[in-house]
């Protein structure tokens, strides 16, 4: 269980992450026609799960979301293998966890500024 | 690929959109020019095709390389004696536009259109969820 500072940290690193995967997927849905694009995903939950059960000291500066070409869906003629269906998908799900993300956070930071303000 | 160069979400669609309509203005074109069987150049009109491509490395979005003519498809060898355009035995080249091909692809590039726009309406709600956290 991480410390209240921890949570802060771990929170601003999963939203960076998904601030890029918001990137990578409008990248995708722009290029659905362009031949011979393979989609991109972004690889950081498994980089971070794996960083935490390794049980290193660990700087959350250095989990950075990865970008790469999965390369497993088949491809359409044009070697293009971009599913719109699962892109939109993909885009509401992030969008969901990004919004949940942040009004954690928002929520983190509530609960300081109670514990600042004392008993009155 | 360790590298982002992440572009903003709204450069990235924005870039969709522009694709997207230049797609949809050549489908425009060559259906409006599925008969036009001379042009300025003095031949049928040729179909036009967008070509699209990505800079393989980052994330930029989309660009149009360039509009060229359909040279693999042959022009329609069409009987219409009395045809100003007809040669001696009756006979014009009329343009090789295929309108249910033009109209299929219409409709894959709006619905293209809607979702590079769905990605951009989805971006302002996240950021003003984000923005919220200032109030």
């Known amino acids: 269980m991480p410390q209240r500072a921890d949570m802060i940290g771990y929170l601003e690193a999963a939203i960076r992450a998904r601030g890029v995967r918001q990137s990578v997927i409008a990248h995708n849905i722009a290029n659905a026609h362009t031949p011979g694009f393979r989609r991109k995903a972004v690889r950081f939950e498994e980089m971070l799960a794996e960083a935490m059960a390794s049980g290193r ?60 303000g004392g008993p009155k | 690929m360790g590298r982002i160069g992440a572009v903003n979400p ?20 060559n259906i ?58 009756g006979y014009v080249l009329m343009p090789n536009v295929s309108v249910p091909t033009e109209m299929m692809n219409m409709v894959v590039a709006s619905r293209s259109y809607q979702a590079n726009a769905a990605v951009l309406k989805r971006y302002q709600d996240t950021t003003n969820v984000a923005l919220e956290l200032l109030r």
């Open chain 2, 32 to 89: 409006a020019n599925a008969r036009t069987s001379r042009t300025d150049a003095g031949t049928a009109y040729r179909r036009q095709q967008v070509v699209l491509r990505t800079d393989p490395a980052g994330l930029t979005g989309v660009r149009v390389e360039q509009v060229r003519p359909d040279l693999q498809t042959a022009l329609k060898r069409t009987y219409l004696p009395g045809h100003p355009d007809a040669t001696d035995d």
């Open chain 1, 57 to 116: 000291p660990r700087d959350l500066a250095d989990a950075r979301p990865e970008v790469f070409a999965p390369r497993t869906t088949p491809v359409d003629g044009a070697g293009n293998d971009v599913d719109l269906n699962r892109e939109v998908g993909e885009l509401v799900k992030n969008d969901l966890l990004y919004k949940a993300y942040l009004r954690m956070l928002a929520g983190t930071y509530r609960k300081l500024e109670l514990a600042m």
């Open chain 2, 10 to 29: 709204v450069d990235i669609a924005a870039s969709g959109l522009r694709a997207e309509s230049v797609r949809l203005s050549v489908i425009a074109r």
